[in-house]
């Protein structure tokens, strides 16, 4: 049987939109910050009027600070190092982890349609994104602060409001 020692490296970019359960990502051949800019500018695509509040580690090839252009429409927000349990996209990759791991892909591209596979769900189903977050620090606050916002907005626009419930 013969025997490859050599291997080949990609990376992947992937962010939870926790407010529309939307999802994005990006195949990378490293991990840099010229990489994590241009996936910066991929989520600012998404909703270019919106301001973006990105979580992420201190990570060497994370920036701390965007070009102009970018500035105004992205926030960051450091986790403390070495602290995963606190980063909501991380269940994401144990579920990808589970689909693709202990398999012997011939090649990079194989392995990343495998990969694809294992996302797909998430990107097409927006209670899939959703069911990553659970009951945790970050979906209360979320919760709180759009709790808050919409109590705002009927303060300020009280005849301008209709509250609609139920489903169907």
Same mark, same amino acid.
């Given at each position: 049987?013969?025997?490859?020692?050599?291997?080949?490296?990609?990376?992947?970019?992937?962010?939870?939109?926790?407010?529309?359960?939307?999802?994005?990502?990006?195949?990378?051949?490293?991990?840099?910050?010229?990489?994590?800019?241009?996936?910066?500018?991929?989520?600012?695509?998404?909703?270019?009027?919106?301001?973006?509040?990105?979580? =992420?580690?201190?990570? +060497?090839?994370?920036?701390? &600070?965007?070009?102009?252009?970018?500035?105004?429409?992205? !926030?960051?927000?450091? %986790?403390?190092?070495?602290?995963?349990?606190?980063?909501?996209?991380?269940?994401?990759?144990?579920?990808?982890?589970?689909?693709?791991?202990?398999?012997?892909?011939?090649?990079?591209?194989?392995?990343?349609?495998?990969?694809?596979?294992?996302?797909?769900?998430?990107?097409?189903?927006?209670?899939?994104? =959703?069911?990553?977050? +659970?009951?945790?620090?970050? &979906?209360?606050?979320?919760?709180?602060?759009?709790?808050? !916002?919409?109590?705002? %907005?009927?303060?300020?626009?009280?005849?301008?409001?209709?509250?609609?419930?139920?489903?169907?």
């Amino acid at each position: 049987m013969s025997h490859n020692d050599r291997y080949e490296w990609g990376y992947i970019y992937g962010a939870l939109d926790i407010v529309r359960g939307k999802t994005e990502f990006i195949y990378s051949p490293t991990v840099s910050l010229e990489w994590s800019n241009e996936f910066v500018k991929q989520l600012v695509s998404t909703a270019p009027e919106a301001i973006h509040i990105i979580l =992420w580690d201190n990570a +060497g090839y994370h920036p701390e &600070t965007l070009n102009w252009e970018l500035s105004e429409s992205v !926030r960051f927000i450091p %986790f403390p190092a070495y602290s995963p349990d606190l980063n909501p996209i991380e269940p994401l990759w144990n579920a990808v982890k589970q689909e693709i791991g202990n398999i012997l892909w011939s090649t990079l591209e194989d392995m990343e349609t495998g990969i694809d596979k294992a996302l797909k769900p998430f990107w097409t189903d927006v209670k899939r994104v =959703w069911s990553l977050l +659970g009951n945790t620090w970050l &979906t209360r606050a979320v919760i709180i602060y759009l709790q808050k !916002r919409i109590d705002q %907005f009927f303060l300020l626009n009280p005849s301008d409001c209709q509250l609609h419930t139920g489903y169907g």
